[in-house]
């Protein structure tokens, strides 16, 4: 076998010692192919050159120079189908030498043109591939990005509460409750027409092909790496602009929680439907890119993709972890709730495209733990707000009896609570045998209600025992049940007309109207007790003498002062509800006008006449009726010119 092999080392050295001794290239190029037809083993001799003496020199294979020469000559010429082709022989005429270990000992100089030639032509292709990506690179279109037309009516609430606890009393208040509310805008920030974000592929569709034929050519030579450098590097940059269109920055904690919440919350604002913007539709264009470009390799799809993509969702983590762990305030709640479902709605789509075992688990493990994070938040939010209702004690009395703030803030901030059903009553269930949130903190509470509908319940009653103390700021009895019956009214009619009757029932409203009622009932007593006092035959007897003349003379101015200083008084008072102030008016009637005729049928003739009769019987029971009208309007009148003139 030994002498087999060194016998053809000889036929092998003779017939090199042949070719190198002719000059002229055509003569050699003719050598070669007759010294092939007669061994196919010489054929190898082509690949190689040596000169007379024993240096390399320039006898080389046809194909090899035609195509160095186009490699070395096209550098800077246009790209070209051509230049694929020829970057295809290089690789070929590389691999070919590689594969013999003969030719390669034979032909070191041709090994090192051959790597230089590719390398070149590697560079020339990184280049251009970098080139394509950037030219086609599709700018996600602002066009398809539009503001809701409906008002942010959840951080107009979250403004308003936290201008309330931070500011006592505060009276320049607006109702930001409407009958817009849905569980489908709260204004909850951006929308981006329509929940079909699956043509978010942000490359012209045309160039794919090409930069798939230079990743495979660049992946078969051995350059992934550069390739994958490359295509990560112009990608990130394209998903970072992305973020800054739709106003998400790259964020740190800290100055996270430096920042004022009008500000905060315009930020919160944009990254939540941007989650679902990136996720659904960036990510999974680009996922789809990376199979598109990388068909070679499983390992290049997933690294490229992981690569490119890891940083865009991380900045959207920071800033959901920022929120998370930051100061707890009521302002923040529905914020954090919307970040909650959004971040939860992505999670699925967020762990198929993060399928990889290391990396890929990581990116999913933070998702999730963030997630968890708004969760914990969300829930210590709304015990913040519910301790804040309770801990409310601000003494300033509203001037006229209306409906106090805390009542018009607790009740829009519970309506919107009810479109968070789902979303709260699953994070109560997470922590309610932990910390006991859940547990019923009134002896009211119904097993059978769900547990938000518990908490609200139970918000509600802390509410309603906070405007029991704050009535009893107010000196005067009667304005005490004018505010319980104003607020209550308000609570039952914020309960009513939304999604809350379905969570307290329609026997928790009837309970409140039969406590208006009752609050009613002692209204008249507190006001209108000393009035009609007035109007009673005590010490006035049939008689006409002068004692009982002068009695019933007495009778009258009192009533007269009694009734114009209740005119002046709860004039000025206000009662918002048309329909509640309306009852008021005819009970105050019932009682009061039956009694002022009977009395006047009885014992006026006896004044009227005398002299100065319209100084006593100032009023006709119609006159007072009509006063009665002016009540509750909040506008302060006087009757201090109205006199019926002597008959």
Not at 18 to 41: A, E, K, Y
Not at 170 to 182: A, K, L, M, Q
Not at 244 to 255: C, F, T
Not at 302 to 330: D, H, I, P, W
Request: a negative charge; glycine letters at 6%.
């Amino acid at each position: 076998m030994a002498a087999a092999t060194e016998g053809q080392d000889k036929v092998l050295a003779t017939a090199q010692r042949i070719v190198q001794s002719l000059h002229n290239t055509s003569d050699t190029d003719d050598m070669l192919l007759i010294l092939s037809s007669f061994d196919n083993r010489l054929s190898t001799l082509s690949s190689f050159v040596s000169s007379e003496d024993n240096t390399s020199t320039a006898v080389v294979d046809p194909r090899f120079a035609a195509v160095e020469h186009f490699i070395l000559n096209e550098a800077d010429s246009s790209f070209s189908d051509d230049y694929l082709t020829a970057v295809d022989e290089i690789i070929h005429l590389t691999e070919e030498i590689n594969l013999n270990p003969r030719a390669a000992d034979a032909g070191d100089d041709v090994m090192d043109r051959a790597e230089s030639a590719l390398q070149l032509a590697m560079a020339r292709l990184e280049d251009e591939f970098r080139h394509i990506l950037i030219r086609n690179t599709v700018a996600l279109d602002t066009e398809r990005l539009h503001r809701s037309s409906l008002s942010s009516s959840s951080a107009a609430i979250a403004i308003a509460a936290t201008e309330f606890f931070n500011d006592e009393g505060n009276e320049n208040i607006e109702d930001v409750s409407s009958g817009r509310y849905s569980h489908n805008g709260h204004g909850r920030g951006i929308s981006f027409g329509g929940d079909d974000m699956s043509s978010l592929d942000l490359i012209h569709p045309d160039a794919v092909i090409d930069l798939r034929e230079i990743a495979d050519r660049m992946i078969r030579s051995g350059y992934e790496k550069e390739c994958c450098q490359v295509y990560c590097s112009v990608r990130r940059d394209v998903l970072d602009e992305c973020l800054a269109i739709l106003g998400v920055e790259k964020l740190s904690i800290e100055e996270v929680q430096r920042m004022d919440w009008r500000s905060l919350d315009d930020k919160m604002r944009k990254w939540i439907p941007a989650v679902k913007l990136v996720v659904r539709g960036l990510l999974s264009g680009e996922k789809r890119l990376c199979d598109q470009i990388f068909t070679g390799s499983d390992l290049i799809k997933e690294v490229c993709f992981l690569e490119t993509s890891k940083g865009c969702v991380m900045q959207f983590l920071n800033f959901g972890e920022a929120v998370a762990v930051g100061r707890r305030s009521a302002e923040k709640l529905f914020r954090i709730l919307d970040m909650y479902d959004a971040l939860a709605a992505v999670l699925p789509d967020l762990q198929a495209l993060f399928m990889d075992e290391d990396a890929g688990d990581m990116v999913c493990s933070e998702a999730k733990g963030v997630l968890d994070a708004l969760g914990e938040a969300a829930i210590g939010t709304f015990v913040e707000f519910e301790n804040a209702v309770q801990g409310e004690a601000s003494r300033r009395p509203m001037q006229n009896g209306e409906i106090h703030p805390l009542t018009r803030y607790v009740m829009n901030y519970t309506k919107l609570l009810v479109d968070y059903s789902d979303t709260l009553n699953s994070l109560l269930e997470t922590v309610e045998d932990n910390s006991g949130f859940g547990k019923e903190k009134n002896d009211n509470l119904e097993t059978s209600m769900s547990l938000i509908a518990q908490r609200l319940l139970a918000l509600i009653t802390s509410l309603e025992s906070n405007l029991e103390e704050k009535s009893r700021i107010y000196e005067d009895g009667a304005m005490q049940y004018i505010f319980l019956m104003n607020n209550i009214l308000y609570v039952v009619q914020k309960v009513k007309d939304s999604e809350l009757r379905t969570a307290l029932g329609d026997n928790w409203i009837k309970k409140r109207r039969g406590l208006i009622r009752q609050h009613a009932t002692h209204y008249l007593r507190a006001a209108w007790t000393k009035v009609l006092s007035c109007l009673k035959d005590e010490g006035i007897g049939g008689s006409s003498s002068s004692a009982a003349k002068v009695a019933l003379k007495e009778r009258f101015k009192n009533f007269n002062i009694c009734f114009e200083d209740i005119y002046r008084i709860q004039t000025a008072w206000k009662v918002p509800d048309p329909q509640l102030r309306e009852e008021l008016r005819i009970s105050i009637s019932e009682k009061v006008i039956p009694a002022y005729r009977s009395f006047l049928g009885r014992f006026g003739s006896q004044l009227e006449s005398g002299r100065h009769a319209g100084k006593y019987i100032k009023y006709s029971p119609e006159d007072l009726e009509n006063y009665l009208l002016d009540l509750f309007e909040g506008t302060p009148l006087i009757l201090h010119h109205m006199r019926r003139k002597s008959t």
